[in-house]
Structure formats: C-alpha cells, structure tokens
C-alpha cells in the first residue's frame, strides 16, 4: 500500500503550482465592433490554435457527473478518463500534473473532494469551462501539457435567488442577487452528507472511526460594475477534506500502515480583478490572488507529512489594438511561493511511470525532511495578433519565464494560425513551446535536485471545423507532443535523486461531433486516438501511465415534456497500461515480498465500459422551481477492471474492479 | 497495491485483509524470515571486520520442517535505493546444499574489512537444485531451481559493526500462552498436549516480549514486531508491533486465532511459527504446536 501513502502526499502537492488570469477573447481582441451589455456575444478571433468550451446549460446536465461541471469536460475530445480516485484532467496524453487548472484565474491545490467525488466550487456559479488540450497561448505558462479554466459567472442582478440541493452524496445553498444598482453578490456553501451513514458502512473490525470523511466547500463573489466598460469583482473561495481513522490492524500488504491514519487538505483562495474594455477592442485585465494552503497526512506511525504555504499571484494584461488589422497583447505574471513543510516516510520518486511506487512502505529507502522553500517565479509576455486578411490570422506570441531559487529561464515562442475556408469551415494550426518547473519537492536538497532545469514540450497541432448548420458541426484535429528534460528519478535512486533525463512524445487525432437535432434535444459524440509514449534515462519507449488509444464518449440529453428530462452518457475506453509483476523475492529482514516487475506498461487493462443515465423531474410553484433528480453511474455494473491486486508473495492475483453502480437521488429547489 | 489514485476516501477500503491468499496461513514451504549471529555470541546480530558470523533462513511448511535444497550467496549490498536489493561486486562467500534435508538453510562467513553492509540473497528449493549464478546481474531475474520452478528467492541485508551494533531481540522459552496457561515448545501435542477443540472458536495467542529488546538508538526505541503463521484455522492478523512509545512494560502482544471447525478422531496437530523483529536485521523465531481435537472430546 505504499500507494496509497504516496497518492496522499501527491495529494498534499498542489496539482498546479501557479494561478494566472483569463484574458476574455471575446471582448480585448475582436475586430469588429462591440456591442456591449449583458446579452452581447462577440465571437473573437482565436488566440489558441484550439479551445473548447462548455457553456453553462451544458455544464450540469451531464450523466454521470452528478451534475459537476469540472466532470463535464470528459465530454470533449482530448480529454481522457481520469482513474477511479483521482479526477485531475488527463489532456492529450499528458499526465494530470502536466495541465493547469484554473477556477477564474485561481489554481487550487486539488479540483475534487476525496480525489474525485465532486469539485470543489459549485457548478452552479460556474459560467463556462474552456479546455486548451495543447498549443495554449502565451498568457497561460509554467506548464507543459494543456489548461482547463472554469469561469465564474457575474451574480444575478435581476432580483434575489437561492438554490437549495439535497443528496445522498453533499447538501448545498446558493443565494445571488443586486445589493446595489452596480453591484451584485453571491454566496454559496456545500458540506458533505456521507458521515451521517458512514459509520454503517465501515467495517468495525478493521478501523474505528476518530473523524468519519467530511468535505465542504465555500464561494463568495463580488462584482460592481465601475462602469459600462469597466468592472471589479473580488471572489473568495476554499474547501476543506478531512478523514481519520485508527485501524484495527496493521495492513497485511504494508504493515507500516497501522494506527492512526487519515488527512487534512483545506485551502483559502482570495482574487481581486479589475477588467476593463474599450470599443476598439483595447482593454486591460489585473488580478492579485492570495492563496492558503494546509496539508496534514498520516498513515501508520512512520509516514507523516504537514505542509502550509502562501502563494501570492499578480497579473496584468494590456491589449492594444495597433491597427484593424495588428492587436498588441503585453502581460506580466508572477507567482511566489511561500511553503513551510515536513515529511517523514519513503523517498519521493518521479510521479509517472515508475512501479516501485506500489511496493509496500515497508520496503522502500526512508527520508525525513523538514523545510522551508521560498518560490519565486516571474513571468512576462508578449502577442501578436495579425489579421492579414479576413480569412487569414496569425498570432506570433513569445513567453519568457524565470524561476527562482533555481535561477533557471525559459523562453518559449508560440505560433497559431488560423484559415478561414469559407463561412462555415476553419483551419487551424498551431506551434510553440513549453515549460514547466519541477515539481516543488523535487528541488528540495534532501530529497531532490536544486539543479533541475524546467521540463520542456514542443506542441504541434493542425485541425479543420466546420459548422453544417447551427444544429451541427464537426471538427476534426491532429496533434503531436514531443517532450524533453522530464524530471525522473535518478538511476540509482541516490543523489541527486532526480535529473532531467526522461523524454516523451505523444501523437493522435480528435473528432468531435456535436448536434442539436431538435430544440429538445442535444447530443455529442468524441473520439479520440492517441499513442503517449514516454523513455527514462535512455532506456525503451514505454506507454504513459494513462495512454488511452482509443476513447470514444457519447452523451445525449432530452427534454421530454411535462418537466421531464433524462440523459445518458456512455464511455468506451482502452484500459490503461499495467506493469507485469514476473515473480518476488522474500525481504528475510522485514518478511515480506518484493515484486519483480516485467516492462513498464507492456500489458493493459480491458476496456473500459460504463453507461451513465440520469433522470429529473421539474415542478414550476409559482416562483419557486423543485426539482427532483437520479444520476446512476456506471449503470450497467460492469466491472471495469483497473490494475490488478496481488497476494502477499505476488503469485496470484485478480483484477480491481472499478467503481459499482453508485445511485444519486437529490432534490432541488430554486428560486 | 492498485493502481495509484488520489483520494483520501481510499482510507475507507483499508484494513481488508488480502483476500487471495491470507499470508498468515502456512499452505507451502516459504521463507518466514533469517537471523544473524556472531560465532560465539548469537546475541549479537551485525559482525564486525574480521568476525565468523552466520546467517540462517527460517522455513515454514504444512506438518512441519520441510525437506529443501539451496544455494546461498554473501555479498556487499549496492547502493541501489528502492529496487530488489544487489550486489556491488561478485558475491564473497558461497553455500549450497543439492540433496534435499530438513536442515535450515545457512552461511556462515567472516565479515569482510571494508563494508559496511552485506546481502545474503539465494534460492531455496522444495525440489531439484538451485540454479547456479553465472554473474551477479544473473540475480534476481535468473535465479530459480532445476526443475523448472523459480523456488523461493531470499534475500537479507545485513548491518556491520562498529557503524551498527544491533542485538538480536529473544523469544525466551516461557514467553508465549495459549487462553492464558503457558505454552511450551514439544514435540507431541497429541499425546501430552495442550490441545483445543475444533469448534471454530477463538484461541488467545500471547506473546510476552522483554523491555531490554526495545534498544535505545539515537535516543528513540527500536519498533519490535512479531509476525505470526500457523498452518490451520485463521490468525486475525499476521503482524502486532510494539511502538517506541509504547509504555507498557514489559511489552506484549497478542493474536487472536480462530480454530477450524472439525479435526479427525486421533487430533491434528497444528503448528505455529512467531518471528520477532528488531527493525534493524536483529530476529528471533519461536515454534510452537497444539493438538486440535473434535468438539466434545
């Protein structure tokens, strides 16, 4: 179970350690005129080579997602199936700890409770959800594989309204609404349901319960509207996850995981923005971020960890159209880290790809570190935004990062072009690099390397869309990685500990379909294929830990009258590749068995199955609107296998069946 | 060992015992753990430059000793940290036994000048003879028995004085009871006991440790553990430890064992192994055996 110790210090670990801000494409580049206001969509010409974008009806009707936008984007092509447990996003074949999230222009160091029941921020205050599966533009840096940012919609200002939702899962509350002519409010809180039935559940004679699983998680958003182009918002936002347990018995397949265990992960978000937008398209974009974090694992008497840090976040952008056809982006962004931490258990190695990560605690090389780090890392930018003809654009960016205390730079020119065939097809293009500073305990002295360079990854991109109608398009995209100075574990294992020697390259295809044959009805149809390799220190290529070769998602929602909607998603997936175990040997001074381990992710796992149906039923009272719900995942109770559970001397095993079918029954009211 | 995941949920599905295959039940002959002694004082468990030594691995089998073959090597462990430890340079000493016996495995050595920690690796098997090694990168991978099975890979770091002293922990003979009356080593449960009847109730099976065990190094106590096997009925769990904060003195722990339910007309004997582990290469290993009898006799 040395898995389970290290995914909870991967836990503790933000999932991306930086925070940027949006720039709105749709209002600072646009060549045509303006019309603001509430209801005003201007389609802008694109900074990113691709960017998919869920919109706010889209986001909390999907099977399966229990409603949760964050879930949703598994709907889009490119974007992978996250492993039972761990929901971070997987984007063109790179690892989750490759991609940033970002939840109006704030990271957050983990996007769902418990790993993967339900995100963090409340759907429903959620705008939009845009997804750049690679080739982002130069306002989005410090990371390599592809960005998802959530953007939290302005308050109601047509009156007050409240939502309440009960389930079996979580309670939530959302209240919006004008406190002024300018200015509107709303706050939202969720808290988790699943200790009050818990303790039924559990099993007595393995743990006793000292603090049963509890999350919750709270928003407040602020905005005024300083004037028809100028607004400020202030948005505050956090969660905490809390679980502890006194097991019965020391785990037989990790003895040192006995005693006490359990976790803490809470984090306090604070964003001040200012946004401002002129008729010709010029604008600007300010955003300080405050950010806490608190970190506590424990599991058995000899693996612990305690971290806190601040990160503190300044960006700002400018846009500056120089002519109709030339707009000039300059933006600046810097992120400082303050961390304060301790660790004592097995030593740190390289996240992807490395099975000595499941033998057991017991077995591994132990460390204790306590320190501090101080991260500085400022960032500045630089784009172009040229339309050389009406069907022709083409945006030259260049990005330059520094990190400190490594001293180290990075200068990374990016490149996306777009061609309009006619009115109704596009091609879209796009080159660039990328870099990304290691993970932040691997330059800790005592467990890592201080010389690390940042990881690096060159994006390339070609794809066409086209729109049949306004009920259906279809787009079709290639798109290639190839990756150096990934950060592995060094050879030996010793110092350094961890070197840049990994390399990776990935190349696949995307189709996308999406269609609204009736007002009633939506549907969307993804596919994608996909092969995401990876080679650590010289040696083979291997298979990325999560390389999906083929994935194919389709989802349907209808409205059926009378209140009544249902829909259904089904996900047909590769299985993800496993590593062979060939056979053990007995550790005759600590009694148990190390596995010998074939080649990494030379077998798979079956593909994976699952359908999803969801059904509701709405009543209109008055006013108020109640709304009754039943999201069934994984509805068909297919199994699903996800690696393989060993006996204690690894001669035998059987698979890990995925989740079971997991009903969620609530009720809704708004209003 | 699944698959890594992130979710502290997971701790929800812990304390399932492994259900493939309960390590606690002895059902084939294995490895159950090795010690260390110096020639002359078998207290002590890390040699010194220069000392004789040797090094003995315990084997458990259904009914009792098993008969094996094996081969055995010394070497000086590589500094490889995470992986199946190896060795830096070809092995020191050799030890080999081809005819099958019920003699425990074992090497003896003298510890070389100019190391500072050893690994005793090998093969033992239930049949055939352990494969040769042809070059040291022939271990683990290639190391197996002549007929075709991989046998029973071992392998035992081994800690040298002066940089570790360490003590072998002792199992003293009226350390362990059984529901309570002491339970002493013989050779004939049957026919001088004790028994217990096959109801498929529970036995207490205790284990009294000594405080002078619990070394003190770098001003914390060494984590004693004991791992409990039998070859019939259900142990409630495989390992007890006795924490450095423990308090209790003198230490103690105990297994809960759940009897089978039937047992034939004459008693079946039932045999138990306790392996007490220092943490740091110091063990000790007890042999016990009760005499299970039909309900009602």
């Known amino acids: 179970m040395r898995a389970l110790g290290w995914s909870m210090l991967i836990l503790m670990i933000p999932v991306a350690v930086r925070a940027e801000v949006d720039a709105d494409p749709e209002l600072v580049e646009s060549d045509d005129e303006l019309v603001y206001g509430e209801e005003a969509v201007v389609e802008a010409p694109p900074r990113e080579a691709k960017k998919r974008t869920l919109r ?81 533009g130069a306002r989005y840096g410090r990371m390599s594989g592809g960005v998802v940012e959530a953007n939290l919609r302005r308050p109601a200002m ?16 959302l209240v919006e609404g004008p406190v002024a002519r300018d200015t509107s409010v ?39 509207e300083l004037s028809r182009t100028h607004s400020l918002r202030a948005v505050v936002f956090g969660s905490r996850d809390r679980i502890e347990l006194r097991l019965a018995r020391p785990l037989a397949s990790d003895p ?30 300010l955003l300080l971020g405050a950010s806490r974090q608190l970190f506590e694992q424990k599991a058995g008497p000899n693996t612990a960890g305690e971290f806190k840090s601040w990160e503190l976040t300044l960006r700002g952008e400018v846009t500056e159209p120089a002519s109709r056809e030339l707009t000039l982006v300059t933006g600046v962004d810097a992120k400082a880290t303050f961390l304060d931490g301790s660790y004592r258990g097995t030593r740190p190695r390289q996240l992807e790809g490395d099975p000595l990560l499941e033998v057991p605690n017991a077995l591994g090389p132990r460390v204790e570190v306590a320190d501090t780090l101080t991260q500085v890392a400022p960032g500045a930018y630089l784009e172009l935004g040229w339309s050389a003809s009406r069907a022709v654009r083409i945006v030259p960016a260049l990005r330059l990062d520094a990190y400190f205390p490594s001293r180290q730079l990075s200068v990374d020119p990016r490149l996306t072009t777009r061609f309009a065939l006619d009115d109704s097809t596009a091609l879209g293009a796009g080159v660039g690099l990328y870099s990304q500073a290691p993970q932040y305990y691997e330059i800790i002295d005592v467990i890592g390397n ?27 995209e290639g798109f290639a990685k190839r990756m150096t100075h990934r950060v592995v574990t060094s050879a030996d294992g010793n110092a350094p500990y961890f070197v840049n020697d990994g390399d990776g390259r990935v190349i696949g295809a995307e189709l996308g379909i999406t269609a609204r044959p009736t007002a009633d009805t939506r549907a969307q149809l ?57 056979g053990s040997v007995y550790d005759a001074r600590v009694g148990l068995y190390r596995p010998l381990y074939g080649a990494v992710g030379s077998e ?26 039943l999201d069934l995942q994984n509805a068909t109770n297919a199994e699903n296998a996800q690696g393989r559970a060993y006996s204690y001397d690894y001669s035998r095993s059987e698979p890990v069946r995925g989740l079971p079918i997991l009903p969620n029954l609530g009720l809704r009211g708004e209003l | 060992m699944t698959r890594r995941s992130g979710a502290l949920l997971m701790l929800a599905t812990l304390g399932c015992e492994d259900p493939l295959h309960p390590e606690q039940t002895i059902e084939k002959t294995r490895a159950i753990g090795a010690r260390s002694e110096v020639t002359g004082q078998p207290e002590r468990a890390t040699p010194a430059p220069g000392e004789s030594a040797e090094v003995v691995v315990w084997l458990a089998a259904p009914g009792g000793a098993p008969e094996t073959s094996y081969a055995l090597w010394l070497c000086e462990r590589d500094a490889v940290l995470g992986d199946v430890p190896g060795c830096s340079a070809p092995p020191l000493v050799e030890a080999r036994r081809d005819v099958l016996d019920v003699a425990a495995p074992r090497l003896a050595f003298v510890a070389p000048s100019e190391s500072s920690r050893l690994l005793l690796f090998g093969v033992v098997c239930g049949a055939g003879v352990a494969s040769p090694l042809l070059q040291t990168s022939d271990w683990p991978e290639a190391m197996g028995c002549s007929d075709g099975h991989a046998g029973g890979r071992v392998s035992f770091e081994l800690d040298m004085a002066p940089e570790v002293d360490n003590l072998n922990p002792q199992l003293t003979a009226d350390a362990l009871s059984l529901d309570g009356a002491p339970w002493s080593e013989g050779s004939d449960p049957c026919g001088t006991g004790p028994s217990v009847p096959a109801t498929g109730g529970k036995s207490r099976l205790a284990l009294a440790l000594r405080d002078a065990d619990r070394e003190v190094v770098d001003g914390v106590r060494e984590t004693l553990s004991v791992a409990a096997f039998s070859d019939a009925g259900e142990l409630g769990s495989t390992r007890q430890f006795v924490e450095p904060t423990e308090p209790t003195s003198p230490p103690a722990v105990s297994f809960a064992w759940t009897r089978p ?23 000790d290993l007890a042999e016990r055996a009760l005499c299970l009898v039909p309900a009602g006799t």
């Open chain 1, 158 to 173: 047509d009156g007050l309204h409240g939502m309440v939702d009960v389930s079996l899962i979580d309670s939530a509350a």
């Open chain 1, 604 to 629: 798979e796992d079956p593909l994976f199955f699952q359908l999803d149906v969801m059904v509701q039923k709405a009543w209109q009272l008055g006013a108020a609107r109640l709304t009754a719900y």
């Open chain 1, 526 to 582: 993804a596919y994608t294929l996909s092969r995401s390799e990876r080679r650590d220190r010289n040696g083979p290529w291997r298979r990325f830990d999560s390389d999906q070769t083929h994935n194919v998602v389709a989802a349907l929602h209808q409205r059926l009258g009378a209140g009544f909607s249902a829909g259904a998603r089904l996900r047909v997936v590769s299985g993800n590749p496993s590593t062979p175990v060939l």
């Open chain 1, 256 to 285: 040192e995981l006995r005693g006490d265990a359990g976790g803490r992960i809470e984090f306090h978000n604070l964003a001040l923005s200012s946004r401002g937008r002129r008729a010709d398209g010029g604008g600007h974009r």
């Open chain 1, 56 to 136: 706010r009806e889209e986001l909390t009707e999907v099977a399966g997602t229990r409603g949760d936008a964050m879930r949703a984007i598994e709907l889009l092509p490119g974007v992978g199936r996250p492993s039972d447990g761990d929901g971070t996003p997987i984007l063109r074949g790179a690892a989750s700890f490759h991609s940033l999230v970002l939840i109006d222009g704030m990271t957050v160091p983990l996007l769902y409770h418990f790993g993967s029941l339900t995100s963090v921020v409340s759907s429903r205050l959620f705008e939009s959800v845009d997804v750049y599966p690679s080739n982002f």
């Open chain 1, 186 to 224: 709303a706050v939202a809180a969720r808290r988790s349901n699943i200790d009050v039935y818990f303790d039924a559940f559990a099993p007595d004679d393995a743990y006793g319960v000292i603090a049963a699983p509890v999350y919750w998680d709270y928003q407040a958003v602020v905005e005024r």
């Open chain 1, 450 to 476: 201080p010389k690390l360079e940042p990881e690096r990854s060159l994006h390339a991109s070609l794809g066409v869309e086209r729109r049949f109608s306004d009920d259906l398009s279809v787009e079709l």
């Open chain 2, 261 to 283: 339910k039937s047992a034939p007309a004459g008693g079946r004997v039932v045999r138990f192994w306790f392996v007490l582990r220092d943490g740091r290469g110091g063990a």
